[in-house]
């Protein structure tokens, strides 16, 4: 299994603003994939982050507005920019371990609430 | 397109009564199928996963489910509720690129 981590781990932030979200991994792996849950929803996969190259993103969501980083294997970064109420949400990012049968591990979530 | 279905946005048991929640995929190729949990404010917990092995799998928990491809349906099992069961349920397909698409969710209430 994995042991991720997420900082912060829920932020209330004005409109307009960006916030930056956090994901630690305690392991080495290759893909990183950010998800959004919006109130009372299911999760809607945002984009998948490979180490080394561009972020692939999802239809619906674009660059711009969710900009990521992937600096090594172990460390991502989404930015939640230009924020207004429809972005509150919960922002989970997860990992799948090629040894551990195609199950994905997950973050605990970072609650973003936006006034 | 592949996806996932959960019939039933919302279910109420009783306490040591069956819990039976619904899950339907269409894929075109043989599916890899996960059942999650959330619990209130924590994060998503692994409950059991299909990969074309045995048809019925049992989870953590008491939770199992069993994989009927003429049916297309995963529907997760549980003999006997119990009050620490009230969670979300996400019946989940792998899709092509390691990306997962979620059902929608049902919401499990346990009733004393």
């Known amino acids: 299994s994995a042991v991720i981590s997420q900082k912060p781990s829920r932020d209330i932030c004005q409109r307009g603003t960006s916030l930056t979200i956090q994901c630690q991994v305690d392991?080495?792996?290759?893909?990183m994939f950010w998800y959004r849950q919006q109130p009372g929803q299911s999760l809607t996969l945002i984009a998948t982050?490979?180490?080394?190259?561009?972020?692939?993103?999802e239809s619906g969501f674009v660059i711009d507005k969710f900009p990521i980083s992937r600096p090594n294997l172990t460390f991502s970064t989404l930015t939640v920019s230009n924020l207004s109420p429809e972005d509150s949400s919960i922002y989970l990012c997860?990992?799948?371990?090629?040894?551990?049968?195609?199950?994905?591990?997950f973050g605990p979530g970072t609650r973003l609430t936006v006034t | 397109a592949q996806s996932v279905t959960q019939l039933g946005s919302h279910v109420s048991v009783s306490e040591g009564a069956l819990v039976l929640l619904r899950c339907n995929y269409s894929?075109?190729?043989?599916?890899?199928l996960f059942w999650y949990v959330q619990y209130p404010n924590q994060g998503l917990q692994l409950l059991l996963k299909?990969?074309?092995?045995?048809?019925l799998v049992k989870g953590i928990n008491g939770f199992e489910a069993e994989f009927k491809k003429s049916e297309t349906s995963f529907h997760l099992t549980k003999p006997s509720a119990h009050m620490s069961d009230a969670a979300e349920y996400f019946c989940?397909?792998?899709?092509?690129?390691?990306?997962?698409?979620f059902g929608g969710g049902t919401r499990v209430l346990v009733k004393p």
């Open positions: 982050a490979n180490q080394g190259s561009e972020a692939t993103y």
């Open positions: 989940v397909l792998r899709l092509a690129g390691n990306k997962l698409t």
């Open positions: 392991s080495q792996v290759t893909m």
């Open positions: 299909y990969t074309s092995a045995a048809t």
């Open positions: 997860s990992v799948e371990l090629g040894l551990a049968g195609y199950e994905q591990y």
């Open positions: 894929s075109s190729v043989p599916p890899y």
